[in-house]
């Protein structure tokens, strides 16, 4: 020990502010994990040799030993203690005082004044060593750092048991690191599992695994070093340097899934919000893709130091992509709570969103076949965006892929739509429903076959949603088929041969009597355009849910006020001529009877029972006995 240390009586001072305070906010408030306490400290140590690297650019006798930076973490399981130790900048009394004295102070607030005023640009190197460091008390009855300021002969020693007091001293030097600072926990009762290897590797891969130093393990004292993280980040590394290979091992840890990513995305944001992003999108669906409680897949890092592994990063309807965003802008000390809030974050989620968006949209545009599996596995849930983001609808719509009465294996695009307009063709038709097989063989969709009209085929449950909001595309508007009026008598047949027959006046008698039949279940009865080979069928009426959506809210108990559908007849089905027939027959009850059995029979073909089983039955009954002559 030198003369001027040792002429140095040790300084006992008070807390600047509440420790006990602090603490009990440590715990209750910011931390949620107990482990955090390592990331923390390990995050200063990696602090701490960056800013000693960019110190030395202008003063290289700082790092005249040239030894390489490195974090160690020691375990001295007799002793009860966990040290961590690094080579970086190290701190002066000064610094002990300032830094490890006043909860709101940095130990590197002055150097962070210092890079902004110089506008180096070197402000991302810096870490905040202050409440991070205060995490040790989570763990330890007693905290101890043993540090040297890089440049300084003296060094010294902090200490505290977090109650309210610290003492600093003179350290030897020959016991003190060459430049950098150790930090000895000596552990309580309930955190002795931090003395066991296996523990501290796995807290330093979930955590600190991605962080730029290298960090290496002690086991027991005088036991050889032995490396457990590179500090290499895969995401920081330029995308030259990464093959294909390291970017499909990396993916396969983060997203826990054997398979190879169907895209991968990689880039570097800079302006208002500087971070870096590296994304997949899975080969295949992941087992819980529509969880309601499922979490987001999104890490959030702040200089390579892990902030939360579920931060719901992206909007629901991108889940399913996997994604490290690093930010150097990010505080590590708050709780991913209080991180949610920030203005900052909401503009890297919004501009993570918008280039992911943008990567899928190319995709889409200028590789059909690589997006195909894509969309076959996310599109459920992509279109749950066309619902949700009215901002990026268009987006969405313009790389959304359907199944269509011409395009069964749902490959078509709306720009293939538009392109296949018939002649006099105004809107996009739609029709949703269960499944696509099942739609296709709706009676809605003969009119719109008849005259060469392709219709989407929408069986996702959040489509009855979208169409609902969506205006349209390329200036066309969306139209279902299964409500209102079909609007396509201007719209040629293809065969104009099967052209419907002029409205005669038995067919207004007929629909008249069927509407007085039928008014209790019925808004009206009406002669269809959209029928060319069924007697009947039902579409809701033009205002309102649609057909299926009344049918989703029905099975969710969120039911509309009753909704009476519209009865369409096809004037030219045999069916319904006999009908036209029998309505001026003074047989009133089989006209009756028919007119029922036809409108349950509708029913049927759209899913649902008749509207009165026992009716039912009856009717059907007594029309097959009268029709047997029994």
Same mark, same amino acid.
């Given at each position: 020990?030198?003369?001027?240390?040792?002429?140095?009586?040790?300084?006992?001072?008070?807390?600047?502010?509440?420790?006990?305070?602090?603490?009990?906010?440590?715990?209750?408030?910011?931390?949620?994990?107990?482990?955090?306490?390592?990331?923390?400290?390990?995050?200063?140590?990696?602090?701490?040799?960056?800013?000693?690297?960019?110190?030395?650019? #202008?003063?290289?006798?700082?790092?005249? &030993?040239?030894? =390489?930076?490195? !974090?160690?973490?020691?375990?001295? %399981?007799? +002793?009860?203690?966990?040290?961590?130790?690094?080579?970086?900048?190290?701190?002066?009394?000064?610094?002990?005082?300032?830094?490890?004295?006043?909860?709101?102070?940095?130990?590197?607030?002055?150097?962070?004044?210092?890079?902004?005023?110089?506008?180096?640009?070197?402000?991302?190197?810096?870490?905040?060593?202050?409440?991070?460091?205060?995490?040790?008390?989570?763990?330890?009855?007693?905290?101890?750092?043993?540090?040297?300021?890089?440049?300084?002969?003296?060094?010294?020693?902090?200490?505290?048991?977090?109650?309210?007091?610290?003492?600093?001293?003179?350290?030897?030097?020959?016991?003190?690191?060459?430049?950098?600072?150790?930090?000895?926990?000596?552990?309580?009762?309930?955190?002795?599992?931090?003395?066991?290897?296996?523990?501290?590797? #796995?807290?330093?891969?979930?955590?600190? &695994?991605?962080? =730029?130093?290298? !960090?290496?393990?002690?086991?027991? %004292?005088? +036991?050889?070093?032995?490396?457990?993280?590179?500090?290499?980040?895969?995401?920081?590394?330029?995308?030259?340097?990464?093959?294909?290979?390291?970017?499909?091992?990396?993916?396969?840890?983060?997203?826990?899934?054997?398979?190879?990513?169907?895209?991968?995305?990689?880039?570097?944001?800079?302006?208002?919000?500087?971070?870096?992003?590296?994304?997949?999108?899975?080969?295949?669906?992941?087992?819980?893709?529509?969880?309601?409680?499922?979490?987001?897949?999104?890490?959030?890092?702040?200089?390579?130091?892990?902030?939360?592994?579920?931060?719901?990063?992206?909007?629901?309807?991108?889940?399913?992509?996997?994604?490290?965003?690093?930010?150097?802008?990010?505080?590590?000390?708050?709780?991913?709570?209080?991180?949610?809030?920030?203005?900052?974050?909401?503009?890297?989620?919004?501009?993570?969103?918008?280039?992911?968006?943008?990567?899928?949209?190319?995709?889409?545009?200028?590789?059909?076949?690589?997006?195909?599996?894509?969309?076959?596995?996310?599109?459920?849930?992509?279109?749950?965006?066309?619902?949700?983001?009215?901002?990026?609808?268009?987006?969405?719509?313009?790389?959304?892929?359907?199944?269509?009465?011409?395009?069964?294996?749902?490959?078509?695009?709306?720009?293939?739509?538009?392109?296949?307009?018939?002649?006099?063709?105004?809107?996009?038709?739609?029709?949703?429903?269960?499944?696509?097989?099942?739609?296709?063989?709706?009676?809605?969709?003969?009119?719109?076959?008849?005259?060469?009209?392709?219709?989407?085929?929408?069986?996702?449950?959040?489509?009855?949603?979208?169409?609902?909001?969506?205006?349209?595309?390329?200036?066309?508007?969306?139209?279902?088929?299964?409500?209102?009026?079909?609007?396509?008598?201007?719209?040629?047949?293809?065969?104009?041969?099967?052209?419907?027959?002029?409205?005669?006046?038995?067919?207004?008698?007929?629909?008249?009597?069927?509407?007085?039949?039928?008014?209790?279940?019925?808004?009206?009865?009406?002669?269809?355009?959209?029928?060319?080979?069924?007697?009947?069928?039902?579409?809701?009426?033009?205002?309102?849910?649609?057909?299926?959506?009344?049918?989703?809210?029905?099975?969710?108990?969120?039911?509309?006020?009753?909704?009476?559908?519209?009865?369409?007849?096809?004037?030219?089905?045999?069916?319904?001529?006999?009908?036209?027939?029998?309505?001026?027959?003074?047989?009133?009850?089989?006209?009756?009877?028919?007119?029922?059995?036809?409108?349950?029979?509708?029913?049927?073909?759209?899913?649902?029972?008749?509207?009165?089983?026992?009716?039912?039955?009856?009717?059907?009954?007594?029309?097959?006995?009268?029709?047997?002559?029994?």
């Amino acid at each position: 020990m030198t003369q001027e240390a040792a002429t140095m009586d040790n300084e006992r001072h008070v807390f600047q502010a509440d420790v006990a305070r602090l603490l009990h906010l440590m715990v209750h408030s910011i931390y949620t994990e107990r482990d955090i306490f390592l990331r923390e400290l390990i995050s200063n140590a990696a602090d701490a040799c960056e800013k000693l690297r960019y110190e030395a650019n #202008s003063n290289p006798a700082l790092l005249d &030993s040239g030894e =390489a930076f490195v !974090i160690r973490v020691a375990l001295d %399981p007799e +002793a009860g203690t966990l040290t961590i130790e690094d080579n970086g900048v190290g701190m002066s009394r000064h610094d002990l005082t300032s830094a490890l004295g006043t909860i709101a102070n940095s130990g590197t607030r002055a150097f962070l004044e210092k890079v902004k005023a110089s506008e180096s640009g070197a402000a991302e190197l810096i870490g905040q060593f202050g409440i991070g460091f205060y995490s040790a008390f989570m763990v330890a009855d007693r905290v101890v750092v043993e540090t040297r300021r890089a440049g300084e002969s003296l060094a010294w020693s902090w200490s505290s048991d977090g109650k309210g007091e610290f003492e600093i001293a003179p350290l030897d030097p020959d016991k003190a690191p060459r430049h950098g600072s150790r930090v000895i926990l000596h552990l309580n009762d309930d955190s002795k599992a931090y003395l066991e290897p296996h523990k501290i590797e #796995s807290i330093v891969n979930e955590h600190s &695994s991605a962080v =730029a130093t290298p !960090i290496e393990i002690i086991e027991k %004292p005088d +036991a050889e070093p032995r490396r457990i993280s590179e500090g290499a980040a895969l995401w920081a590394k330029p995308k030259a340097e990464i093959t294909d290979e390291q970017y499909k091992e990396f993916y396969q840890e983060l997203a826990g899934q054997f398979d190879e990513p169907a895209l991968t995305v990689h880039w570097r944001a800079e302006g208002r919000a500087e971070y870096t992003v590296l994304a997949f999108v899975p080969g295949s669906r992941p087992f819980d893709l529509f969880d309601p409680a499922r979490k987001g897949r999104a890490k959030l890092y702040s200089r390579r130091v892990l902030i939360s592994r579920e931060i719901d990063l992206l909007p629901g309807y991108l889940r399913f992509i996997r994604l490290v965003v690093d930010s150097p802008d990010l505080p590590l000390n708050v709780s991913r709570e209080m991180v949610q809030e920030s203005q900052l974050f909401a503009a890297i989620k919004k501009g993570v969103t918008n280039r992911l968006l943008q990567e899928l949209g190319k995709l889409a545009e200028n590789d059909p076949e690589k997006f195909g599996p894509i969309w076959k596995n996310f599109g459920a849930v992509l279109k749950e965006g066309l619902y949700e983001d009215p901002e990026r609808r268009d987006a969405l719509l313009k790389m959304a892929r359907f199944s269509t009465t011409t395009d069964g294996e749902g490959k078509r695009t709306l720009a293939d739509y538009i392109a296949a307009l018939r002649p006099n063709q105004t809107s996009i038709y739609y029709i949703t429903g269960e499944n696509a097989e099942r739609i296709a063989g709706s009676p809605q969709l003969e009119g719109f076959r008849a005259r060469g009209v392709e219709v989407l085929l929408l069986s996702d449950p959040v489509d009855a949603f979208w169409v609902q909001t969506a205006v349209g595309y390329d200036g066309k508007p969306f139209k279902s088929i299964t409500q209102g009026g079909a609007d396509i008598k201007n719209i040629d047949l293809l065969d104009e041969s099967r052209k419907p027959p002029e409205d005669t006046g038995e067919v207004r008698e007929f629909v008249a009597l069927a509407k007085q039949t039928l008014e209790s279940v019925v808004e009206d009865v009406r002669v269809s355009d959209r029928l060319s080979e069924s007697a009947a069928c039902l579409v809701a009426p033009e205002f309102g849910p649609d057909l299926r959506l009344q049918q989703i809210l029905a099975a969710h108990g969120q039911a509309p006020a009753e909704l009476k559908p519209v009865l369409e007849v096809n004037p030219s089905h045999p069916l319904v001529r006999a009908l036209e027939t029998l309505a001026k027959s003074p047989d009133r009850n089989l006209f009756e009877d028919a007119v029922w059995l036809i409108f349950d029979e509708a029913r049927l073909l759209d899913g649902a029972p008749p509207k009165d089983t026992a009716a039912f039955a009856a009717r059907l009954t007594r029309m097959l006995s009268k029709a047997l002559g029994a």
